[in-house]
């Protein structure tokens, strides 16, 4: 069983910047992918960003303005967000996909008002 948790995010104008945390418990390898999605409202889930084996993608949405980082040792990965958009708005989900299943944080919401 792995557990996610994320904290951080909040309320911030356009062009500001904030940061998601996310911790995850259990047994948790560098070849499983930790990443952030996100959920705008009646809009589907999209991923941002992901991290595993020392590999990091970013949705084109997001390249040049996101940066997620994982601390393979810790379990941890975090997501640095800067230049926002009040399109970035959304619920933002930390995951960990550990074959067969994926595990889900609780979420986080994430505002920038124009």
């Known amino acids: 069983q792995v557990q996610v948790v994320e904290s951080g995010g909040g309320l911030v104008q356009a062009g500001g910047s904030l940061r998601l945390s996310c911790a995850a418990s259990?047994?948790?390898?560098?070849?499983?992918?930790m990443a952030w999605y996100r959920q705008a409202p009646g809009e589907q889930r999209e991923l941002v960003a992901r991290?595993?084996?020392?590999?990091?993608d970013y949705a084109d949405s997001v390249k040049g303005r996101f940066t997620i980082s994982r601390d393979y040792a810790k379990n941890t990965v975090s997501l640095q967000m800067n230049s926002l958009k009040p399109e970035d708005t959304g619920v933002y989900y930390c995951s960990v996909r550990r074959l067969p299943r994926t595990y889900w944080g609780q979420g986080t919401q994430v505002t920038v008002s124009s």
């Open positions: 259990g047994t948790i390898s560098s070849l499983n992918i």
């Open positions: 991290a595993f084996s020392g590999i990091t």
